[in-house]
């Protein structure tokens, strides 16, 4: 088993909060769709668990 890590990242605005994610080994980064929001809060009903 590898040991690979990856970490989120979270940009949080009043409209609007933009995801990444990034490997610690090519230290490298990537977004990730960017959650709607109302004064900061997210529409928690529309992320939904896979």
Partial sequence: MSNIQSVL???YG?????VAIGQA?????R???ALKA???IP???RL???
């Fill in 9 to 11: 990242g979270f940009d």
């Fill in 14 to 18: 009043t409209k609007s909060i933009g």
């Fill in 25 to 29: 080994i090519t230290g490298t980064a």
């Fill in 31 to 33: 977004p990730l769709k």
């Fill in 38 to 40: 109302k004064d900061g």
């Fill in 43 to 45: 529409s928690w009903e």
């Fill in 48 to 50: 939904k668990p896979f």
